[in-house]
């Protein structure tokens, strides 16, 4: 009975495994075998669920293979397949599960890199637009262990990093726990700040910095320059080149084509290495250098590896430059300014993202007068800025537009000061800020895709008016200004440009336009310390030393109202009464009034006459300003200089302005005619009285040792004063020239100096055998500009500081040539230049130049003889000239080489060249042969007086400057040939007999100065 009612229902097969041939985000194709052993048709039935509800039905027939579509990405869903017979029997229900695809983000880019850190971008997968997600970030790289990192950002900076390391990065999208396909990309982070410094040879110099006497010591590179071969080279060409202002010494940074490529560094990065491993004084120096070969400086400088940026300010403090704004054109006077306490508008060119224009070219075409651009910036397109940078994003540089007050010349009527920031704004946030607030004008360069970026400034107080150069993918460009302030708003400020030179002069005028308006934004260097601060942006003033130093400093110039007074009161040894001592003490020797009397009993009126005199001075005591002179002298090393330093400056900020007028007055004068000597005579004493400089508290330090020298040994004063020699042998060795001849008394305090050279000699644990060069010369002819560019050294040349007596500064010479140049040190003497007969005072004074030319030369293995293109001089100076080297004679027994040099010669045919040096010598020997006293002191000839090679004797120096300054750079044929015939001056040197050392040189000062 059972049996017979127990229906008998056919069983239909299932269908076969269920398989996903594709799986999209939202839908997905599923197959399914055949079901076994049931022929004919049939259908299939399915359905599909997902976690929370069934989602659909659907029979079909005959086929095995269908797509789902509409739904959901990143889901899981459930699959059942079953078959249906004709007769509507059901199989067993077949079931597969099955997630949809998430989709991998897109785009995904580095967008900066340093040595610890990545930034990385990216953008939504397809269809993920309003579909909550994150991100994982997956940092790999082999033997290190993995990081991962989940995000909800399209944005993130991977820190703690190993730098120059190769790192694959994955991204995924991660929707409902599940995750997309990664994206990749391999990269690798920078190499580390000591990485780049060992790699260039500066892994020492990062802790113990470099110092100036170091890289201006005489060495191997000064007698044959090279190419650097290799990386390690390059620092070394880069700073020798500078330091000549050869205003090409940025392509000599090349390694050479046989050298090896990839040691190649970029120029930011070795400028921004340089000056990392540099101490204070060498930073100040190199800006300086930079400036006048017209090269920008680092304003804002970082360090990679501490995070720190700082602005150096005391860096530039150096840099006093003469220009004409359009009021002033017609005054016809100058500003002769400390670039960093001018108020000058700042304008600032930074970038967002990337961008195919290059900002530092277009910076340059805007800060050249003419077609002939300058590379004030470097930029890609020159040799050596092609190598990535590593160490150098975020730098920030500045330079100046300087007006000469031509209108055909000038293209901006008032002085600005230009910044270019290095890398992306995004990266560099503190510079940013600094801009915004400093600036008067910042101009940004970005896409149009990018602009988004500046909704975080949205509300925000900017003082600069902001500018975009906005593109469209780098083909055309518009500018446009941003305000943000209660809103962000874009308003078009200019049409489309779609050609460089279209933007470069819509740029040009919307800065002219800012300079007109009288709410623009003027503010000095020095007072945005402030502004730095509150960016967390270190000053390299901040330092303890400097602000002491300044603090010292100050306690002296403040006391400084009237410079004349302040002379009088403040520094009494060296008034009249040095000048009375210095005539009795030289007249001793001298002789020049003894007339009929008889010159012993002459001498010993003399004699008494200095004994009264020097009782009257030791009289005096020792003044506030030079009690804090010495104070600010012998303290810590560091401060000494710094203190120096300060004064330097600040003595100069309080009699710039006056001494320039009166220079420009002595100049005007001596054009129009020599013969009005009574003038020229009180211009020239003006000067002197007005002339406060570091040299007139040293000069009195001089004096009052000379005076404690006589007390006894135990005495108070006598101890006080002690150290001073040393603490000036260490400002010698600073880069502090010392007075050797006194300018204003004409002597040589000899004790004084020979207890500064005393002790310098032991400071170089007595291997000082020297060897010495001198520039004698008519007046204003550019020798102490000869002699700082071939050395690198500082003798006065600024405006209103012409050289008065003689000078000393003393250059050290590595140990590996020492032997082959027979010295360890070259002694320079750079020398008051030699003025006509007719235009001196007295005969005292035209005496007195030719005494400290003849002492000069006397004490010279080489000199150099400058004479400046002004031929109605040149006779008058020859016979100067002449009379100097004749004293030698009674002097000296050695005879110096000579060289004669031209400056100021624009180019001259090497035919005329040696016509004119033929005639000179011909002109000098007839002189000579013609001079009575010559004969008489048995002196015919010019070879009976000094020695020269008939090959190079005579020199035609091109003009110091390249066009019209103050925006021309140092001529290359300047530096060029100037750093020729520093190479000559060296092999004769090496030709010249040894001359022993200081000590020995000292006993020659006293014993020439008494007999020329
Ligand atoms: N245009 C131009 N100016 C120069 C040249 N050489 C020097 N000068 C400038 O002339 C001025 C005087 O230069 P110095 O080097 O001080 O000349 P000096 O011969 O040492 O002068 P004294 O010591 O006063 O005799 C400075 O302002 C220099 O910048 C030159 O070749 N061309
Ligand atoms: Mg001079």
Redesign the pocket.
């Known amino acids: 009975m059972f049996s017979y009612f127990t229906l008998h229902f056919p069983v239909v097969p299932p269908p076969g495994r269920i398989q996903f041939p594709s799986v999209k985000p939202n839908s997905v194709v599923l197959s399914w075998g055949n079901p076994k052993g049931l022929e004919g048709p049939k259908s299939f039935r399915i359905m599909w669920s997902s976690l929370q509800k069934v989602e659909g039905r659907l029979v079909i027939k005959n086929f095995h293979k269908i797509e789902i579509s509409n739904l959901e990405l990143g889901q899981q869903y459930f699959f059942s397949v079953a078959t249906e017979d004709e007769d509507g029997n059901l199989s067993e229900w077949v079931t597969a599960t099955v997630f949809t695809v998430v989709p991998p983000p897109r785009h995904l880019t580095k967008e900066h890199s340093d040595a610890t850190s990545l930034t990385l971008k990216w953008m939504d997968g397809e269809k993920m637009e309003g579909i909550p997600q994150q991100f994982l970030i997956a940092v790999e790289s082999p033997g290190k262990e993995p990081l991962v990192i989940h995000t909800h950002d399209y944005c993130k900076k991977v820190c703690d990093l190993e730098p120059d390391t190769k790192y694959t990065i994955s991204v995924s999208t991660v929707v409902n726990d599940r995750c997309s396909k990664p994206i990749s990309i391999c990269t690798r982070t920078e190499p580390s700040l000591r990485q780049v410094l060992s790699k260039i040879g500066l892994e020492d110099q990062y802790d113990t910095k470099l110092t100036l006497s170091t890289v201006l010591e005489i060495n191997q590179y000064d007698r044959s320059q090279r190419k650097p071969k290799s990386a390690r080279a390059v620092p070394e060409a880069f700073l020798k080149q500078l330091m000549l202002l050869n205003t090409n010494a940025r392509s000599a940074t090349c390694v050479s084509q046989d050298g090896d490529k990839c040691n190649a560094i970029n120029l930011l990065d070795l400028v921004t290495a340089l000056f990392l491993c540099s101490d204070s004084a060498l930073q100040q120096d190199l800006v300086l250098k930079m400036s006048l070969c017209q090269f920008a400086v680092p304003l804002l400088l970082p360090n990679s590896e501490t995070r720190e940026i700082t602005m150096m300010l005391w860096s530039m403090r150096d840099i006093v430059r003469t220009f004409r704004p359009s009021q002033q054109a017609f005054l016809k006077s100058y500003c002769d300014e400390r670039l960093v306490l001018s108020d000058i508008p700042l304008v600032s060119f930074v970038r967002l993202g990337k961008t195919s224009l290059s900002k530092s070219q277009m910076l340059n075409k805007l800060l050249c007068n003419n077609q002939q651009i300058h590379h004030t910036f470097c930029h890609r397109i020159m040799a050596c800025c092609d190598v990535p940078r590593r160490i150098s994003d975020g730098l920030v540089e500045i330079s100046w537009y300087l007006p000469c007050g031509n209108r055909k010349i000038d293209k901006f009527t008032e002085p600005l000061a230009f910044t270019n920031m290095r890398g992306d704004i995004k990266a560099s946030e503190r510079q940013f800020a600094f801009l915004c607030q400093a600036s008067a004008a910042v101009y940004i360069y970005c896409d149009e895709s990018e602009t988004n970026y500046f909704k975080h400034l949205e509300g925000k107080h900017l003082a600069a008016n902001i500018f975009l150069i906005s593109s469209t993918q780098g083909k055309s460009y518009r500018l446009k200004q941003l305000t943000v302030n209660p809103r962000l708003k874009m308003t078009d400020i200019s049409q489309i440009k779609k050609t460089d030179t279209e933007l470069l002069k819509a740029l040009q005028e919307s800065v002219s336009k800012m300079l007109v308006s009288p709410q623009t934004k003027k503010v000095s260097l020095a007072d945005l310390a402030y502004t730095a601060h509150c960016c967390q942006i270190l000053v390299d003033e901040d330092r303890d030393e400097c602000q002491t130093a300044w603090e010292n400093a100050s306690k002296i110039t403040a006391k400084v109202t009237n410079i004349s007074e302040f002379k009088d009161k403040q520094l009494p040894y060296q008034g009249n009464i040095w000048k009375a001592i210095s005539w009795v003490e030289t007249e001793c020797w001298r002789l020049r009034k003894v007339g009929n009397n008889n010159p012993g009993n002459y001498c010993e009126s003399i004699k008494e006459k200095e004994k009264e005199l020097r009782n009257k001075q030791r009289s005096f005591e020792m003044t506030t300003a030079v009690e804090c002179f010495h104070h600010g002298m012998t303290t810590s090393e560091v401060q000494r200089y710094h203190f120096l330093k300060w004064l330097e400056m600040e003595l100069d900020n309080l009699s710039r302005h006056q001494l320039s007028a009166l220079q420009d007055r002595y100049k005007e004068l001596r054009q129009k005619s020599l013969e009005e000597t009574k003038e020229i005579v009180l211009t020239d004493n003006q000067i002197s009285a007005c002339s406060l400089r570091v040299v007139h508290f040293v000069r009195e330090c001089g004096q009052l040792y000379n005076n404690v020298s006589c007390l006894p040994e135990y005495s108070r004063q006598r101890k006080n004063i002690e150290q001073l020699p040393g603490q000036c042998a260490q400002m010698m060795l600073d880069g502090f020239p010392l007075e050797l001849v006194d300018g204003d008394a004409t002597n040589i305090p000899i004790k004084w100096i020979s207890q500064v050279l005393t002790e310098l000699h032991n400071i170089m644990n007595s291997s000082s055998k020297l060897k010495v060069i001198t520039v004698i ?1 008519a ?8 002699l700082n560019t071939m050395f690198g050294v500082r003798f006065a ?1 600024n ?1 209103g500081t ?2 008065r007596g003689a000078f000393i500064q003393l250059i050290s010479v590595s140990k590996d040539i020492r032997k082959e140049l027979g010295c360890d040190c070259i002694m320079l003497i ?1 020398t ?2 030699l003025k006509p007969h007719r235009m001196v005072r007295d005969d005292h004074s035209h005496e007195r130049d030719k005494e400290v030319a003849s002492l000069a030369v006397a004490l010279s293995d080489v000199v150099v003889v ?1 004479i400046s293109n002004d031929s109605s001089r040149e006779k008058d100076l020859w016979e100067m000239v002449c009379h100097a080297f004749a004293r030698l004679k009674g002097v000296s027994k050695k005879k110096p080489v000579c060289h004669f040099v031209h ?2 010669m624009y180019d001259m045919p090497a035919l005329e060249q040696l016509k004119r040096s033929k005639e000179l010598m011909e002109q000098l020997n007839e002189m000579i042969g013609k001079d009575v006293k010559m004969k008489k002191a048995n002196i015919n000839k010019l070879s009976d007086v000094i020695k020269f090679d008939l090959n190079n004797w005579s020199w035609y120096i091109p ?3 390249d066009g019209t300054p103050p925006m021309a750079p140092v001529n290359v044929g ?1 530096s060029a040939t100037v750093y020729t015939l520093k190479k000559v001056l060296i092999n004769d040197l090496q030709k010249c007999p040894e001359r022993g050392d200081l000590i020995q040189f000292i006993g020659k000062v006293e014993q020439f100065w008494k007999t020329v």
């Open positions: 010369g007046e204003n002819s550019g020798k102490s500009t000869l040349v405006v012409c050289t750079d008051e230049g400058s400056t100021n003009p110091v400057w300047y």
